[in-house]
């Protein structure tokens, strides 16, 4: 009998004898398999393929590195359709593959299908973009961490933000959508205004009754009217998607960009800047996550190195701001993996609770109570320009997340009575 | 409309063929008991709903195929079931499990008995199909409106249940326990619309979806008889969806919309409307190229859409109706040879 069979022998009936299988030697020497679970049919599809290709990006870059301990990422990838129940096959069927590493939830209808499997797979499951208060509140359990600002923190953020930079604005107004988190993001963006009016400009502001629309509606010719004959300067609009674009061709025509001093928009970004182009409102503010050209971004190494990545990858000059998103949600889980020196669910659980680590748009913590992820909440402002693409992020404000995240209450829903 | 069933339990042809039915199903009901331990927990979740999508059918095609009324909101009795169930194990109403299931099949029936009532003397083909689409968006929109339903964001963190029978307990917290209790759920449905459909209801049904004039000609009261077809229709979609609830542990508004309420509609006419089984293997084939096409997003929407065109185009009674028209040609070439 040859010598390397006979060590071949020895090191199977040592393993065996440790109890571990074949299956298990084998995850822990060949590629780290992460489960990827993002939107991308559906009317989620436009946020989902962005949180994808910063995911890809951020595997791209750590295997050019090396990868972790010598392994290389594989992503496993997964089309949850915008769809809760779709989302939780796909988990189950990762989990099921051995996959116990998850990355997924980029919106919220998705995320609070999956963020109570975790503990049943035995998986680790980050959730990426679901803004949802649930996720770190009633739904909370410790295989579960939240990479994306929640709707408290975010709204609240950009009604501070926008206050703050405009003192002179008394009156404020929003459209949102009527749902729950038109509403909610409304009333977090006004008690914001008033709070930190005070201080701003010496006396509080007046937030006016919300005037509610229709998600995807297409004619906004009651609520412009509506807004027109209201004495607000200051207007946060909370639809999104084409709906939004739909509400500033006809908005404009009407001289609604005249009236307003400033606007704040939901997160359409870039996606409401090549469509409106030249007519884009020109003192539009939005809750954004990155913009390589402006700082802090400019001079931060990794930003650059994602911008550069993410050219190279699309030939596209012009990346959408969620790439980050995507890209830094990977970078979370692909840190607790090297803190950890470990796959294990377990392991890498305990080595994110409190882990601080450098994404594109600076330093993140996960707080350990809840496992949400606390880091600088950025808002662009945009307007229009002559060049290509015909409108300009002029500049972007910034506003640290663990001054405007609400306590920690982890399984217990989250109450605005009990914070304010 | 011709009637075509497979004659699975029936007492003519030769004995391999007569026993070949029910050996067959038994064999694959077995199969699906202990699927936990044959499948990993993805493949048995997709397993799981397909069931459920194949109550959710098989309710439909009661409508349709046996009774000759079309719904377009089916989706609307089938959230019934399922917001019912989530609500009640989500807030504890201290009610056994069977018994959740049971009001929530009988508020489906209810809800279906009051639009029967109202709408179903006049209200036949696009009138009444159109008052279903109707019936589902407005719940939608209740639902949308309901905090303690979750709202937008659905009803989510729903426990699986244990049930107390007194002498002894049984724990369905964990999946595998559950799917097993719903393995058991759906033969006993399946096995009950397969009686009524095989009943003097169910011909009843058939009379009346043939030609009503002539029913009502020879005794059988027409407006009654839909009513009971809707309320058994709207009763099995309401089960359905209340077995749903703690198999997903969270409902959401997708299943409250028009476009759920085609998913039954695509099983039935894939499978073939004109058969018992047909929903059911719609269901199968639908859920397969979902599987099969898992990493190609987009890709099982368009295979479906494709095979539904050809499926149309060369076999109107689905691929029941394509297989028994291989099987009858075979034969007849048998016989020849």
Not at chain 2, 9 to 27: K, M, R, S, Y
Not at chain 2, 249 to 256: E, G, K, W
């Amino acid at each position: 009998m040859k010598r390397r069979t006979v060590l071949k022998g020895m090191a199977a009936s040592a393993g065996a004898a440790l109890g571990m299988n074949a299956t298990y030697l084998r995850a822990q020497s060949g590629p780290i398999r992460v489960g990827v679970s993002y939107a991308l049919t559906g009317v989620g599809a436009p946020v989902g393929t962005q949180f994808l290709q910063g995911t890809e990006i951020a595997a791209m870059q750590v295997n050019r590195a090396g990868g972790i301990n010598g392994r290389e990422i594989e992503l496993i990838v997964r089309d949850d359709k915008y769809n809760s129940a779709e989302s939780v096959a796909v988990t189950r069927e990762l989990a099921g593959d051995g996959v116990n590493l998850i990355i997924g939830g980029s919106q919220t209808v998705t995320a609070l299908g999956i963020a109570p499997l975790a503990p049943e797979l035995g998986a680790l499951i980050v959730i990426a973009g679901a803004a949802g208060m649930p996720v770190t509140h009633q739904l909370f359990n410790k295989n579960i961490f939240r990479t994306v600002s929640n709707n408290y923190t975010q709204y609240g953020s950009f009604g501070r933000s926008l206050i703050e930079s405009h003192p002179d604005v008394k009156t404020w107004i929003s459209m949102a959508p009527d749902g729950d988190f038109g509403r909610d993001s409304a009333l977090f963006f006004g008690n914001a205004v008033k709070k930190y009016s005070v201080e701003a400009a010496g006396e509080e502001a007046t937030v006016l009754d919300t005037i509610y629309t229709q998600g995807t509606a297409t004619d906004f010719r009651t609520q412009i009217n509506a807004l027109m004959s209201s004495d607000a300067e200051g207007l946060y609009i909370g639809v999104a998607g084409a709906a939004q674009i739909s509400f500033f061709q006809q908005a404009r025509s009407v001289g609604l960009y005249d009236k307003f001093k400033v606007i704040g928009e939901v997160g359409n970004g870039e996606v409401t800047g090549k469509a409106m182009g030249r007519n884009t409102y020109p003192n539009l503010w939005s809750v954004s996550y990155w913009n390589h050209g402006l700082e802090p971004f400019k001079s931060n190494p990794l930003s650059q190195q994602l911008y550069d990545d993410y050219v190279d990858l699309t030939g596209d000059p012009f990346p959408p701001a969620l790439i980050m998103a995507g890209q830094r949600s990977a970078m979370g889980l692909f840190d607790g993996i090297r803190k950890a020196g470990s796959t294990e669910t377990e392991e890498v659980v305990a080595a994110m609770e409190g882990m601080t680590f450098d994404t594109p748009a600076g330093p993140c913590y996960f707080r350990p109570e809840d496992h949400q992820m606390l880091c600088t909440n950025y808002y662009s402002q945009m307007g229009p320009s002559r060049e290509e693409p015909y409108y300009d992020v002029m500049q972007m404000a910034q506003i640290d997340a663990a001054e405007m995240v609400e306590p920690a209450n982890p399984g217990k829903p989250f109450s605005l009575g009990e914070i304010e | 409309m011709g009637q075509r069933t497979l004659n699975i339990g029936a007492t003519t042809g030769t004995p391999i063929t007569v026993w070949l039915g029910p050996v067959a199903l038994t064999i694959l009901v077995v199969l699906l008991y202990f699927a936990p331990h044959l499948v990993n927990p993805g493949i048995l979740f997709v397993v799981g709903m397909t069931l459920i999508q194949s109550v959710f059918a098989l309710s439909w095609n009661l409508l349709f195929g046996y009774t000759g009324l079309p719904s377009f909101g089916h989706a609307g009795f089938y959230a019934i079931g399922a917001y019912f169930t989530g609500a009640a194990l989500r807030y504890d109403f201290q009610l056994h499990f069977l018994v959740t299931l049971v009001i929530a099949g009988l508020l489906g029936a209810l809800v279906a008995l009051a639009i029967g009532v109202v709408a179903l003397k006049r209200l036949t083909g696009i009138f009444l199909a159109v008052l279903t689409v109707a019936l589902t968006e407005a719940l939608g929109k209740i639902i949308g409106f309901s905090p303690a339903l979750g709202e937008q964001d659905g009803l989510g963190n729903i426990p699986r249940p244990i049930m107390d029978f007194g002498l002894f307990t049984v724990d369905l917290t964990h999946g595998d326990d559950y799917y097993r209790f719903l393995v058991v759920a759906v033969v006993a449905i399946v096995a009950g619309l397969w009686w009524v459909v095989h009943s003097r209801l169910g011909r009843a049904f058939r009379a009346v979806r043939d030609d009503a004039d002539r029913a009502r000609f020879v005794g059988i009261d027409v407006l009654r008889y839909r009513v009971y077809s809707f309320m058994i229709s709207g009763g099995t979609a309401a089960l359905a969806g209340a077995l749903s609830a703690p198999l997903t542990r969270i409902v959401t508004l997708d299943q409250v919309n028009w476009l759920a309420s085609t998913q039954p509609i695509l099983n039935s006419l894939l499978g073939g409307f004109t058969s018992f089984w047909g929903p059911i293997v719609g269901s199968v084939a639908f859920s397969t190229i979902n599987y099969w096409t898992r990493s190609f997003p987009g890709l099982s929407e368009m295979m479906v859409g494709g095979i539904l065109v050809v499926v149309i185009l060369v076999a109107p009674t689905g691929i029941v109706g394509m297989l028994g028209k291989l099987r009858d040609r075979f034969t007849k070439n048998g016989d020849k040879a």
